[in-house]
């Protein structure tokens, strides 16, 4: 069965420094995977999304993120945290293999960001 | 992407009474999802929405509890029924177009407390 894992609940960054969230998904085939964000009070907004090819994705917002297979990975990156970035991060992963559309989230990383 | 709206965007309720929940979009797609959010929680599917049809419900969803209307390609709703305090949540919608690698796109939510 499909399952993704965030293994940070709360990450606190200072303004400036480099992010790195964590996901780590289970999926017999390669899956689809993406990473949404909620600002308190929001719905989702789709950061990056990879399919296939170039392993390596930019998204919105200066974030991109690195799909590793080998590791089962899916972690997003961003260079410098701005204070607009403070948010809830959601992994989720999709089935290649089905139609369904149905994408599992991960339990979210809270990001917290000191001045 | 999709433009999609939501009404209500909140609202506080009864116990033992019913909210219905209407999803919008933009232009056509060919899949629209409801997602319940509970207080610090993930996502997590409640159903899919087929147009001129029963909706397809997850396990440990009923429709009983959460009727789901789609009666055309840009619009959906969802009804909470006979509501109790452990309702209350954020629902969300999203919308999946043809051929998108199951790519969805979000509502602003509807924020429900239920006393």
């Known amino acids: 069965a499909q399952s993704v894992t965030q293994p940070d609940i709360h990450i606190t960054v200072s303004e400036g420094a480099s992010l790195e969230l964590r996901c780590n998904y ?6 689809y995977l993406f990473w949404y964000v909620q600002s308190p009070g929001q719905g989702l907004q789709l950061l990056l999304k ?41 992994c989720a ?16 990383t809270t990001l917290q960001v000191k001045p | 992407s999709a433009v999609i709206s939501q ?10 009474t019913s909210l219905t929940i209407q999803c919008q979009v933009d232009s056509q797609v060919t899949m629209m999802f409801w997602y319940r959010q509970q ?19 997850e396990s440990g969803f009923v429709i009983d509890k959460f009727p789901i209307s789609r009666p055309n390609l840009t619009f959906s709703t969802l009804t909470v029924s006979n509501m109790s305090p452990e309702d209350s949540s954020i629902y969300l919608c999203s919308v999946k177009r043809v051929a998108s690698y199951n790519e969805q796109f979000f509502g602003p939510g509807t924020r429900l407390t239920v006393l």
């Open chain 1, 26 to 31: 289970s999926y017999g085939a390669t899956p």
């Open chain 1, 50 to 90: 990879y399919f296939s090819g170039d392993t390596l994705v930019q998204g919105i917002k200066g974030f991109e993120a690195e799909f590793k297979r080998s590791q089962s990975s899916f972690n997003l990156r961003k260079p410098s945290v701005h204070w607009s970035d403070a948010a809830e991060y959601f």
């Open chain 1, 93 to 108: 992963v999709g089935a290649s293999s089905s139609n369904t559309g149905k994408l599992i989230f991960g339990q979210g």
């Open chain 2, 7 to 16: 009404k209500p965007s909140r609202d506080i309720c009864q116990r033992g």
């Open chain 2, 39 to 57: 207080p610090g929680q993930s996502l997590t599917l409640i159903a899919t929405a087929n147009q001129g049809s029963e909706a397809t419900y």
